[in-house]
């Protein structure tokens, strides 16, 4: 592939001003008849350099009356008064400034180096761009979601600071034939990402590139072949459900659906959960769940609170040998395991009964998970006197079962995390 | 509502009374430029700060030279009848959106990852726009539209759109700000122009 070119360090191009319209003419710069005031015309006009290079500008004074001086005149840059030492009067009309080792713009729309009048005035201005090159972007990633689009995201080189405006443009055509297509919707996932929303084709490779232009020249990525069916990822799974598995006290089952978008493709989902203790940060990952829609988790802590979270791998879409892209992951379902019956500290006999208005820290503890879900979790519903409700329900049902005796070791239908 | 030749100031005759819609016209008209004009301030202050300094730095004063089509609003304006300032008002506002526009397309060269500074440049455009329409609309319910002929939009937009393009960065920033700067005073001329026909204003 053609490597990075560098432009020349030299002025920016730029088109030949045309004659003067009348807004011009009011612009900075250009002389007032009889006005007896003086302009300036400073060069170069917005040139363009590389970092630590060198520039040598002037100043030069017209105006009425002519023989106008550049005595006194001197310069800024970014509102700050330059050394003296920097400057030299050329001629009595012109003014000199060399700068030295110049830094990257401070911002985009360029450094603004000004000629002054003795009082002060504004005679003329010039902005400088001062940067680098742009270097190869690289890490070119895509995904499909599915197969309907495609997103890539990719690295800038140098990590991205050219101090000059950089533009990135990905490229995209099919690999034996086609023309170069660009990618039009940028930033959706970040700054240096594009999406293709539509019109892709299966079953045929494509090239995909980056290329990063600014005014001191361009640089192109190595180019990425794929086919849409190898980087095929989908919406995480609907519907999860964690509930209990009877009365097991270090169990939950969870339960899902595959994701719909690809229910017809022929493909083989593999599935992860994740789960923690409601809190901690470290998140326990099953890994092995292939093509199953429900997975029992087991050597839990009794009377927990669980976050459990599922994700999908849609691989062998159509047959590719890929491996495919995990989806997002589900939103958080959160279940308790039962709590041990076994007597002691934290056992269930000093757990105060439904509906009494004591504050131990078993109920200042669902408080503070009940305040937290309703803002992560979107259910708006949930409140102390529903939490009672249901340990009042869950008395009753657990009563019934034990003078009927354990039947079957299936989930009770306990009510689970918030639905998404 | 009454048709009175000269003087459009109502509240100079207490005898004639507006219609209350017309007053209510007036006073969501006012309150329209009053809201455009702090909108014309954070315009400002966006303007300046992202073109870098000496543009935000006190006592920062390029010359205030006059812009093709639009000049700010002169002194004697406070001094003329209130519909002559309206009218003023008016042809300013219809002056504006064209030399925004330029700005705009300016700066999206200039500051491209400024999307907040674009949308506001535009916005600018279509609310000076609506406002002058406003204006003109309350005149023309006032009996004193203006009948003759007016400035030319188009002409100014296309001298604004050139000269953009073609001069050096350092007069388009000032240009800019001109234009921005030009665009709040006569926002908030007309507002006080408007506060004059409310009911209790000063006659």
């Known amino acids: 592939m053609p490597a990075g070119r560098r432009g020349p360090a030299a002025q920016s191009a730029r088109r030949p001003p045309p004659l003067l319209p009348l807004l011009l003419l009011c612009v900075l710069g250009a002389p007032r008849a009889g006005s007896g005031a003086h302009t300036a015309v400073i060069s170069p006009q917005d040139p363009t350099l590389l970092i630590g290079s060198s520039l040598q500008a002037t100043c030069s004074v017209h105006g009425d009356p002519p023989g106008a001086t550049a005595e006194g005149l001197y310069w800024t840059l970014n509102g700050r008064r330059l050394p003296p030492e920097l400057s030299r009067v050329l001629n009595t009309s012109t003014l000199a400034l060399a700068l030295a080792n110049l830094n990257g713009s401070r911002q985009q729309s360029g450094d603004n180096l000004v000629c002054h009048a003795r009082d002060g005035s504004i005679l003329a201005g010039s902005c400088l761009y001062v940067g680098l090159p742009p270097e190869k972007p690289f890490n070119i990633s895509c995904w499909s979601k599915n197969m309907k689009d495609l997103t890539c995201r990719w690295t800038p080189g140098a990590h991205g600071e050219t101090f000059l405006h950089t533009n990135y443009s990905l490229k995209y055509k099919l690999r034996w034939y086609g023309q170069d297509n660009t990618c039009e919707e940028y930033h959706t996932v970040g700054p240096h990402s594009c999406h293709i929303p539509k019109d892709l084709a299966l079953f045929t490779p494509y090239e995909i590139w980056v290329e990063a232009t600014n005014r001191l020249g361009s640089a192109r990525s190595d180019v990425l072949t794929l086919d849409i069916l190898d980087v095929v990822t989908t919406d995480p799974p609907p519907d999860v459900h964690v509930s209990r598995v009877g009365g097991l006290e270090d169990q939950l089952s969870v339960r899902w659906v595959s994701p719909p978008a690809l229910k017809d493709f022929l493909f083989q989902a593999k599935y992860q959960i994740r789960y923690r203790v409601e809190d901690s940060v470290d998140w326990k990952v099953v890994d092995d769940v292939s093509n199953q829609t429900s997975c029992r988790l087991a050597g839990l802590k009794p009377g927990t609170v669980y976050f459990v979270q599922v994700r999908c791998n849609p691989f062998g879409i159509y047959g590719s040998k890929k491996a495919g892209i995990w989806s997002e992951w589900s939103h958080p379902t959160a279940a308790s395991t039962p709590r041990s019956e076994r007597p002691g500290p934290g056992g269930g006999a000093c757990e105060p009964r439904g509906g009494e208005p004591s504050s131990g820290p078993v109920r200042r503890e669902l408080k503070q998970f009940l305040g937290w879900l309703k803002k992560h979790a979107y259910c708006s519903n949930l409140s102390f006197r529903l939490y009672d409700q249901w340990r009042a329900w869950m008395q009753k049902s657990h009563k019934t079962r034990n003078q009927v005796g354990r039947r079957d070791p299936s989930p009770s239908p306990l009510p689970t995390g918030p639905a998404r | ?203």
């Not at chain 2, 007036?26 to 966006?46: G, N, V």
């Not at chain 2, 300046?48 to 030279?65: A, E, Y």
């Not at chain 2, 042809?91 to 990852?113: C, F, K, S, T």
């Open chain 2, 1 to 203: 509502m009454s048709r009175r030749e000269g003087s459009l100031a109502p509240q100079a005759d207490s005898s004639v009374s507006l219609l209350p819609h017309l007053e209510a016209k007036i006073r969501q008209t006012h309150s329209l430029a009053h809201l455009l004009t702090k909108y014309a301030e954070q315009l400002l202050q966006e303007y300046v700060q992202l073109q870098g300094d000496p543009f935000g730095l006190p006592g920062f004063s390029p010359p205030r030279l006059p812009v093709a089509g639009l000049s700010a609003p002169a002194p004697s304006h406070a001094g003329l009848p209130v519909h002559e300032r309206l009218r003023l008002d008016a042809a300013a506002l219809a002056a504006l959106p064209p030399l925004l526009d330029a700005v705009r397309r300016r700066q999206a060269e200039l500051n491209p990852r400024a999307p907040r500074l674009l949308r506001r440049l535009e916005d600018a455009a279509r609310q000076a726009r609506a406002l002058g329409a406003a204006v003109e609309a309350l005149l023309a319910a006032l009996g004193a539209a203006n009948r003759g002929p007016r400035a030319e939009p188009p002409a100014a937009a296309a001298a604004a759109t050139s000269a953009s393009a073609a001069s050096g960065v350092f007069p388009a920033k000032v240009l800019g700000l001109r234009v921005c700067g030009l665009y709040r005073e006569w926002l908030s001329r007309t507002e006080g122009d408007l506060g004059q026909l409310l009911p209790g204003g000063p006659a």
